[in-house]
């Protein structure tokens, strides 16, 4: 009897390079109108100034000419590619704003090495959702309050005083990420934390990292946070 193969199937095939450049712009120009702007300006200028400067010190030199040209060319790209990515950035953390838990995304996405934190508060206030993050690092114990500074300041002062209990001499910063006008937003978190001056080693980092965690952490009555980097625009209705 004739054995019949089974055909493997066939994973599918990831998206190119070129096509998932082509989706993050498409998803930026959503939320972001001055993107083509940019994207054009930082693309054309250094072409622009490349040609200038072949019609300037090229002697009427075609080859030369041409190689400022191509120059300013291979610069245009990798600037277009700087802005598209930070404005993507920005595009996808700004369709989390406000939203429970975002606060918790960008400390599973976007930290530094030198800082752990967790996507789980410490604190909740169930009835606002109002909520109280932890990062570790170098910079010592920072506390993220998630909601209106109003309503997160007494929650901030209560983890704070639980810190110092156990670790009276980690240094303890407080951030503020809501709907305040001199707020901390969403993107800034990472490079705020790696401004803050370090008092830490890393052991010492690990030590007190370890602490707080065994001292357990608030149960979460909403949801984790989107990982702000695989947010997909919303399909119009």
Known sequence: ???????????????GRIK???QVFQMTRRYDKNIVPLILLSLLGPVALGLIVALIV???????????IVAGLLVGILLALVVLGRRAEAAAYGQIEGQPGAVG???RSSLKRTWRGSEMPVAVNAKTQDAVYRAVGRGGVVLIGEGPKSRTTRMLDDERRKVLRVLPNVPVTFFYVGPDTDSLPLQKISRKLAR???TLTKPEVLAVDNRLTSLGSANLPIPKGVDPLKVRPQRGR
């Open 105 to 107: 995304a960008v400390l």
């Open 20 to 22: 998932q450049m082509w």
């Open 196 to 198: 803050i001056k370090p």
């Open 1 to 15: 009897m004739a054995r019949t193969k089974e055909k493997t199937p066939k994973k599918p095939k990831e998206d």
């Open 58 to 68: 090229g002697d009427g030199n075609g080859f030369a000419i041409a190689l400022w």
